[in-house]
Nanobody
Framework: QVQLVESGAGLVQAGGSLRLSCSAT????????MGWYRQAPGKQRELVAG???????DYADSVKGRSTSYRDNAKNMGYLQMNSLKPEDAGVYYC?????????WGQGTQVTVSS
């Protein structure tokens, strides 16, 4: 079993930056891909950034150019750096990972952006 735990969220002013972290623990064989989703109130969960099996990362159009998703494989950590935050970036952010052949999700962490 693998556990994903997000951290680093909270209240941020519009225009500010934040870095979300995702820690993967447990019976980790190989982390194939990691990604981030978010869900705003009343909206569907949407992809923010996600690694593909080809090694690149797809970003939602709404965050392109101001977000970077990356990993520290030695630490089994994933990160999402977001800059120039907008009120519409608010929501619950979820880390997801494909470890070996299984998909895992974190419990989510709240990001609030004040205007």
């Amino acid at each position: 079993q693998v556990q994903l735990v997000e951290s680093g969220a909270g209240l941020v002013q519009a225009g500010g930056s934040l870095r979300l972290s995702c820690s993967a623990t447990g019976n980790i064989g190989r982390i194939n891909t990691m990604g981030w989703y978010r869900q705003a109130p009343g909206k569907q969960r949407e992809l923010v950034a996600g690694e593909t099996t080809f090694g690149n990362t797809d970003y939602a159009d709404s965050v392109k150019g101001r977000s970077t998703s990356y990993r520290d494989n030695a630490k089994n950590m994933g990160y999402l750096q977001m800059n120039s935050l907008k009120p519409e970036d608010a929501g619950v952010y979820y880390c997801t990972a494909k470890v070996d052949e299984w998909d895992y999700w974190g419990q989510g962490t709240q990001v609030t952006v004040s205007s």
